[in-house]
């Protein structure tokens, strides 16, 4: 199973404070790998916070056909944080040639692209890198987007993090998800890692997502070139999130009417009757059947955690003002922010959505049955 | 027949039928029952005349021969009169001394049973009980990784959607802006489909009737039923119970008068409105009710005279193109109900359903697309389409709905599925090997038909004479000493153990599976087959 811990501060954070969260939660996962996702960054990319940055794994030829292609459209090297990795890696980790997080300047004929055609670019150049490393099996590229970093490996993943030195000082982010399992249903592939990414949203998933083949038969057939890879079936919560967001205009408390709407019997009692009604039918083949618990970020940097229908998956989200986190289990909670108010812990049950948003002075909660503030 | 008399070519002996009579002399106490209940008058009173040669011991007397008299049953072997194996005879029997018996080779009845030229005609299903779907297994069981669930105890929503679902992104803006968001009926998936008043007789179509108002009513199970071809009685056109019935109109257009009547004092909307086009029982030919069936009752309501045989066009004769039909059909049926009533065109499973389904894709008043397979059931079709003519299902429904998927619509249109589902009686899993491939919901007629009121026929071709009026159980029987064997009240209560068992065994599949909030359609990664072509035909897992 995996573990999954999430934490929001007004100060910047080491990633390795999430890794020691996931190591004390390791009786929960069987430390076959770690993703994580930095957002909000400090350090060095404090001042270039509209600045692309790709992450992702390279061979010395696939960084050359990388510098060559992005030379070729133009992007520039801003910054670069070079992780060097010792000669040895730890047990159950492959040897790696570069791992990079490197800024980019955008092309001059990008300047006075609208917000919406920047976006999408960006997203069809990571497709384009990801097809590129498909077929030559020398480039992984997890995100190409703005104040964003992610990191994938397999192996534990307190070994991988000091083997990549994630403790160093040039990274630390307000925040941070840690997911503590490669996924191990299908052949072992980092795409298949949590978390994921989709320009500007991002989460990461505990449990098995049981309607997964219908929900990929959706998306892929929605005409939208990013809803592809599905090397994991916990990819569909990121691309529905980015869908109902992107696509439908709705917001973070639509995100459980999708996923798993309420049943008829509590929807008939609901203020919002008749346009959950009608989401429930037309998202039909959007409901998942968990179980799942979702942990995600949006592109505003609200952290969230919801539970599929069943709740069968653990979850707690507690902290104080200025720092919150979200938490698989109550021990990650306790080893990342010790002294918080626990009697406040909340553990969201199969109606409710946590929401800590970057103003970070409580956490909200957005319970299905409760009224939409939607424009309906 | 004597041994020196010429013979006729249709001349049959017992032998040669597809079923022998085996009566037992001893327990036979000559009551009558079984020549009385026989359906076809297939056996008749014998007088049998035996001969006993007395032989004494010594020469003092010669032998003597001494002839009895005894009476007891015999065959008829005519074509016209020959068993159909029903068995009747053996349900009377006070003394089980009489039951009729397969013959152990193929008869030779099937070359002779088409006298003065006419080709057999005959109610029942294709006669084979190979099933596609039963070999379709369930093979994604939740295991640790996702805990199995409990199907006693869960909940479950296992309802389906019939009617034209709007893309996310179009019902948003129409809520917004107003627009017209198409009438959608959340459903039962498993439906009774179409078979019509006049096809069954009154009793059985009462009880079909009560079981889904009682599924409905006290159950909250949103069962649907389908009219067929024939019109619905005035009363329950004009009552609340029409909600849960979907009214058939096919090429015949009987009983169209009496609805369309009926309409501005109806107090419920219908459930859907169903366009047939065709059925599986008999591809591309049309309804056929025989002249034994058309009594007064029945020509009443068709609005036609008594005692004529109403053979229904193969197709709906005002329409030459599929777009005019969508056009004036569903379009006009739409209208006549305001708008608020799901209209959707049902047909026969074949190599064409595609350009059907793309067609309808276009069209936003189309509500969703029946298809009906080879193994379908009917009242009454000529033998040669019921065996030989139609698409098996499984695949035209997984073409449809990969179809779908393709153009991004598998949610817009649902695919409802029948033809021969449960007909080995697997209802539930074949039932749920279908939604798994892509349908919506299922239709079943023929095996409602012998779960709720006993109905004998056979893919073995047991009974299976529902055309003629004459179905011993009183099911697709119009003659008053017939069906009033059958017990509306009872046919209800099957009704109600059918789908209740039903629903047990679906969560029985689905909560394995680990599903519960939404019925697996298009599930494939949950189902396999041993057959390596038909795995990959169907793209599901070949496994053995």
């Known amino acids: 199973m995996c573990r999954l811990f999430a934490i929001t501060s007004d100060n910047p954070l080491s990633p390795m404070k999430a890794i020691e969260a996931l190591d004390v939660m390791r009786e929960g996962h069987d430390g076959s790998g770690v993703g994580l996702f930095l957002r909000d960054l400090g350090g060095p990319f404090e001042n270039m916070k509209d600045a692309p940055i790709m992450s992702g794994i390279f061979s010395e030829k696939g960084l050359r056909r990388l510098d060559a292609f992005m030379m070729e459209i133009g992007f520039m090297s801003k910054y670069k944080l070079s992780v060097k990795a010792p000669k040895t890696p730890p047990h159950g980790t492959p040897k790696r040639d570069i791992y990079l997080i490197r800024a980019y300047e955008y092309p001059e004929e990008w300047d006075g692209l609208s917000r919406k055609e920047l976006h999408e670019r960006l997203l069809i150049i990571r497709l384009q890198l990801l097809e590129m490393g498909e077929d030559k099996k020398d480039m992984i590229v997890f995100s190409f987007w703005p104040d964003t970093i992610m990191i994938k490996e397999i192996g534990n993943p307190m070994d991988v993090a000091n083997y990549l030195k994630l403790g160093r000082n040039e990274l630390e982010a307000r925040v941070i998800m840690a997911q503590g399992r490669q996924n191990t249903n299908y052949k072992i592939n980092l795409y298949a890692c949590h978390p994921f990414f989709i320009q500007g949203f991002s989460t990461m998933t505990n449990g098995e997502n049981t309607a997964f083949i219908p929900i990929r038969e959706y998306l892929t057939s929605r005409g939208f070139h990013g809803y592809m890879g599905y090397q994991s079936d916990s990819e569909i919560f990121t691309h529905i999130l980015h869908y109902i967001f992107t696509k439908l205009g709705l917001g973070i408390e639509a995100y459980k009417h999708i996923i798993t709407p309420l049943q008829n019997e509590d929807l008939k009692d609901h203020p919002n009757a008749f346009f959950l009604k009608q989401l429930k039918h037309s998202c039909r083949r959007l409901i998942t059947d968990g179980p799942n618990c979702i942990i995600g970020c949006l592109p505003d940097n609200t952290l969230f955690m919801a539970q599929d229908r069943k709740k069968l998956r653990p979850g707690v989200v507690g902290g104080k003002q200025g720092v919150f986190a979200l938490s698989s289990e109550i021990c990650g909670l306790d080893a990342a922010l010790p002294d918080r108010d626990k009697s406040k812990d909340f553990q969201p049950m199969h109606l409710d959505t946590a929401i800590v948003n970057t103003e970070r002075q409580e956490v909200k909660i957005c319970r299905q049955t409760d009224q939409l503030s939607l424009p309906v | ?544």
């Open chain 2, 1 to 544: 027949m004597s041994s020196n008399r010429p013979i006729v070519p249709s001349s049959l002996s017992v032998k040669d039928l597809p079923w022998q009579i085996i009566w037992d002399k001893d327990k036979c106490t000559l009551c009558g029952k079984c020549t009385a209940v026989c359906p076809v008058n297939a056996i008749e009173l014998g007088v049998f005349r035996k001969r006993t040669i007395k032989t004494s011991i010594g020469l003092e007397s010669t032998p003597s021969s001494d002839f009895k008299i005894y009476y007891g049953i015999r065959q008829k072997t005519d074509p016209a009169y020959s068993c159909v194996g029903c068995a009747m005879c053996n349900l009377v029997c006070p003394n089980d001394a009489i039951i009729p018996a397969k013959s152990d080779e193929a008869d030779k009845l099937r070359f002779h049973i088409n006298q003065g030229g006419q080709p057999r005609r005959r109610g029942g299903r294709r006669s084979t009980r190979d099933s596609l779907l039963d070999m379709i297994k369930f093979i994604r069981i939740s295991m640790l990784t996702d805990p199995a669930l409990d199907a006693g105890r869960h909940e479950f929503e296992l309802t389906t959607l019939l009617g034209r679902i709007l893309s996310p992104e179009e019902n948003l803006s129409f809520l917004n802006e107003n627009g017209w968001i198409p009438p959608v009926r959340e459903i039962y998936p498993l439906m009774i489909g179409g078979m019509s008043f006049g096809a069954l007789s009154p009793n059985m179509w009462e009880g079909l009737q009560l079981g889904v108002s009682y599924l409905n009513e006290e159950l909250s199970m949103p069962v649907r039923i389908c009219t067929g071809e024939g019109g619905c009685p005035p009363r329950l056109l004009r009552s609340r119970f029409l909600k849960y019935v979907i009214l058939q109109i096919a090429s015949g257009y009987f009983g169209w008068d009496e609805i369309i009547h009926a309409l501005p004092d109806m107090k419920e909307d219908p459930c859907a409105i169903e366009i047939k086009y065709g059925q599986g029982g008999k591809p591309g030919d049309g309804g056929l009710l025989m002249w034994y069936k058309v009594n007064k009752l029945i020509a009443a309501i068709r609005g036609v005279p008594t005692g004529v045989t109403l053979p229904s066009p193969p197709t709906h004769q005002t329409q030459y193109s599929i777009e005019e039909s969508v056009a004036k059909m569903i379009q006009s049926m739409s209208m006549a109900w305001g708008f608020r009533v799901p209209v959707y065109p049902k047909i026969s499973a074949t190599s064409t359903a595609l350009a059907v389904l793309n067609n309808l894709t276009r069209n936003p008043y189309a509500a969703g697309l029946a298809i009906d397979g080879e193994d379908g059931g009917t009242g009454a079709a000529y033998n040669v389409s019921m065996n030989h003519m139609g698409h098996p299902i499984a695949s035209n429904i997984r073409d449809s709905y990969l179809n779908l998927v393709k153009i991004g619509m598998q949610n817009e249109i649902p695919l409802i599925a029948g033809g021969g589902i449960g007909k080995n009686g697997n209802l539930s899993a074949n039932s749920a090997a279908l939604i798994m491939l892509g349908a919506s919901g299922v239709q079943i007629g023929k095996y409602i038909m012998q779960a709720a009121a006993g109905c004998l026929g056979s893919e073995t071709d047991r009974c299976n004479i529902c055309n003629i009026g004459l179905c011993p159980k009183g099911i697709t029987s119009q003659d008053p000493r017939l069906y009033r064997r059958l017990d509306v009240d009872e046919v209800a209560q099957r009704v109600v153990d059918v789908f209740l068992s039903f629903d047990t065994e679906l969560k029985k599949i689905v909560a394995p599976l680990g599903r519960s909030t939404s019925l697996p359609i298009g599930m494939s990664d949950a189902i396999g087959i041993n057959d390596y072509n038909a795995a990959n035909r169907l793209a599901i897992k070949y496994v053995v």
